[in-house]
């Protein structure tokens, strides 16, 4: 059984970069058809898809983050990373790294494509103080 | 960009049946996915693929997607169905997509 836990600073200052790390057990980072996920959700709101990795590198972000994010991963860790450069209040949140079932990377958008997450983690809080 | 978007709330009897929409443009030219997340939990899939429940996901969870519009519907709902239900799809522009969001109380 795969889990994925969150970890890294809670607290962040505005402007700076917030690191976190997304260890996972259970299964081989590299081993299936996976994506990496992160998703993030600030206090009493919704959810947030950050974007995506898959094992070769290939990655996809949400447009309105695009600028700020780098993904990456380790696989010989079993690890994967998020970035998320100059942040500010509005980067409070709760983060979530998740495994991601979908299409192959490249695969031409249809009807069948699919994505979704399957196995998330249990969450880190990153506060972003002034 | 693409948005989905759900009631607010949703509240039902115990035994009884709860229906949550999820609308969207042509929304039934894309799969539906369907996320349960209790307070202070992280969100659990309950449909993928429009239908399909994942392994140890009780039977009385069930999904459609017909139109603008995909219903997720519990049957002879439970206490412990209580929470915030989250429907996503997949965008060509936006990538990964979330409704906001149904806080479903059973009382």
Redesign the interface.
């Given at each position: 059984q795969v889990v994925l836990q969150e970890s890294g600073p809670g607290l962040v200052k505005a402007s700076q970069t917030l690191s976190l790390t997304c260890g996972v057990s259970g299964g081989s980072i590299n081993s299936g058809n996976y994506y990496w996920?992160w998703i993030r959700q600030p206090a009493g709101k919704?959810?947030?898809?950050i974007?995506?990795i898959y094992a070769s590198g290939y990655t996809?972000?949400?447009?309105s983050l695009k600028s700020r994010v780098i993904l990456s991963l380790d696989a010989s860790k079993n690890q994967f990373y998020l970035k998320l450069t100059s942040v500010t209040a509005a980067d409070t949140a709760v983060y979530?790294c998740a495994r991601g079932r979908?299409s192959a990377p490249g695969t031409s958008?249809s009807?069948?494509?699919?994505?979704?997450?399957?196995v998330?983690?249990?969450?880190t809080t990153v506060t972003v103080s002034s | 960009s693409y948005e989905l978007t759900q009631p607010p709330s949703v509240s039902v009897s115990p035994g009884q049946t709860a229906t949550i929409s999820c609308s969207g443009d042509k929304l039934d030219e894309a799969y539906v996915y369907w996320y349960h997340q209790k307070p202070g939990q992280s969100p659990v899939l309950v449909i993928y693929q429009d239908t399909r429940r994942p392994s140890g996901i009780p039977e009385r969870f069930s999904g459609s997607n017909s139109g603008n519009t995909a219903t997720l519907t519990i049957s002879g709902t439970q206490s412990t169905d209580e929470g915030d239900y989250y429907c996503q799809a997949w965008d060509t522009s936006t990538y990964v997509v979330f409704g906001g969001g149904t806080k479903l109380t059973v009382l």
């Open positions: 996920s919704g959810l947030e898809w974007g995506r996809n972000y949400t447009p979530y979908g958008p009807r069948f494509y699919y994505y979704y997450m399957d998330w983690g249990k969450g | -």
